[in-house]
């Protein structure tokens, strides 16, 4: 049975929203279509009420704000006819052009990067992955947790008038300088970094900031030391670059110094909490590995990505607090401890070395959005993000500790790694464990692990695996520490 264009509701993939936008939406979204035309009668109030099932007063309501934008207009008696012709598709020529029959389509031209990852090497999330009952993902958030009337009002003061130019206007070679003064004072401090202004770049997160800095070291010939296992998409990024990747194996402190190669042009490591072991390099390894660094002529790319969430540690210095001669670039975000999609991180370094990453950064993505420069500001300054950490760092050691207890209790068939500390644990099987197997089955009772082999130099072995607690609910942590014991029981047996 065909559906008529004109009582066809929104789709219903879309976010949740409100009962008046639903009706803006929907008639918005005929108007583009060609199924109203400009001076077309559009349904009355009741009827489009009827039709998205909502209230006449939302409907009415959605039809003034229309009449306000100049999109419908009101006829005295008669309803509601389109104002505006908004830009629409409808055209036979148009159609033809936009979709061709099938025996017209060409195959489309070859990539030329070869170099692009497997997709069986990269984290595979569902979609819906928040529909799982047990989602031990890395990289989300609760959003239970998320501060969101204290980001809404810090929302509102960036978009008042008196920042209207600041925000609106394109600054290629200036960050936010409340932002820039924020991240030194708040963040860079208890790292034991201290760095002048013109020592930091925004970027749009950390992914952005390795971007940038390959690009700027892609003409050095020399290899990339990187942790096996490691951080997967700065692995991925640095192939695209056609740079030689030498793994380098990380122990129950980190990457092994006296394991780096003679020559390399930089060395990717993530000492505070190492990726995706979650292990801490001490302060005399760190030291090692800038005396091998130096003797190498080589830069270290600090990847502080998860700075101190879970409260029962001491935070410890950055290995950033430690370079005496600059060599040392650093990478953080907000992504952690805020939200992944705000998408802000910034590069610590030389003014030499930023001056230089800011041209790359104009050259490709110009700038990160001030306004939302301006939105992080105020919540740094407000004290918002203070309280939000230390919200947070509560929380997850709560979860920690009952995740460390649970592991030891429910999955003694796996090896636990050495961390103290994260947001995650590390666990490996026996030799002929998949994981990625594992992972699959583990999916039909409604959870969600990491496989580890992705973490690994060309994906071996595969019989690791890792899980995270940020997004799954303290009173359901057990339960599903319980799945994952029984799914092992049936695979080890």
């Given amino acids: 049975m065909s559906i008529d264009p004109k009582n066809a509701a929104v789709p219903t993939d879309l976010p949740e929203i409100g009962k008046k936008d639903l009706v803006r939406r929907a008639i918005c979204s005929r108007i583009v279509s060609g199924v109203y035309q400009q001076g077309e009668k559009v349904p009355s109030c009741r009827d489009i ?16 704000d229309l009449v306000g934008l100049g999109i419908l207009e009101s006829r005295n008696r008669s309803g509601f006819n389109v104002g505006m012709a908004l830009p629409a598709v409808d055209s036979d020529e148009t159609q033809a052009v936009l979709h061709p029959p099938a025996a017209q389509l060409k195959p489309a031209p070859a990539v ?46 960036a978009l008042g ?21 924020q991240l030194r004072q708040r963040l860079l401090h208890h790292r034991g970094i201290d760095v002048a202004e013109d020592e930091i770049l925004i970027t749009v997160g950390a992914q952005h900031a390795l971007s940038i800095i390959a690009t700027m070291f892609n003409d050095d010939n020399r290899p990339i030391a990187f942790e096996n296992p490691g951080y997967q998409e700065a692995r991925h990024l640095f192939h695209l670059y056609n740079n030689e990747i030498v793994p380098v194996p990380v122990d129950r402190d980190g990457l092994d110094p006296t394991m780096l190669p003679a020559a390399f042009k930089f060395v990717y490591v993530t000492p505070g909490c190492q990726f995706p072991t979650m292990v801490v390099m001490p302060e005399d390894r760190q030291l090692q590995l800038l005396d091998k660094a130096e003797t190498a002529g080589a830069m270290v790319i600090e990847d502080d ?71 992080t500001a105020m919540f740094l300054a407000h004290g918002y993000h203070d309280a939000h950490l230390k919200n947070l760092r509560q929380i997850y050691s709560q979860r920690w500790h009952l995740m460390n207890e649970g592991i030891k209790r429910l999955l003694p068939m796996f090896v636990q790694g050495d961390a103290t500390g994260g947001t995650s644990f590390w666990l490996t099987g026996p030799s002929h464990f998949d994981a990625d197997v594992f992972a699959t089955r583990l999916q039909k009772r409604g959870v969600l692990i990491e496989p580890g082999h992705i973490f690994f130099d060309k994906g071996k072995p595969k019989n690791a695996f890792r899980i995270g607690f940020p997004s799954v609910p303290i009173n359901r942590i057990d339960a599903g520490l319980r799945q994952i014991s029984q799914e092992a029981k049936i695979m080890l047996r």
């Fill in 49 to 64: 009420a009827g039709q998205l099932n909502v209230s006449k007063n939302s409907a009415y309501e959605a039809y003034s």
């Fill in 112 to 157: 030329v990067n070869c170099r692009l990852p497997a997709p069986g090497l990269r984290a595979s999330q569902p979609k819906r992955w928040a529909e799982f009952r047990f989602p031990f993902v890395y990289n989300q958030i609760d959003t239970e947790l998320f501060p969101i009337e204290a980001w809404r009002e810090c929302s509102r003061l």
């Fill in 161 to 181: 008038r008196k920042a209207l130019p600041i925000w609106t206007s394109e600054a290629v070679d200036v960050d936010c300088p409340d932002l820039v003064f």
């Fill in 305 to 375: 990505y998860e700075i101190g969430l879970v409260g029962h540690l001491k935070l410890r210095p950055a290995l950033k607090s430690h370079d005496k001669t600059g060599r040392v670039i650093y990478v953080g975000s907000l992504s952690k401890t805020l939200s992944p999609s705000i998408r802000i991180g910034f590069i610590v370094a030389q003014r030499e070395i930023i001056n230089a990453a800011k041209i790359i950064r104009s050259l490709t993505v110009r700038h990160p959005p001030s306004i939302v420069q301006e939105t």
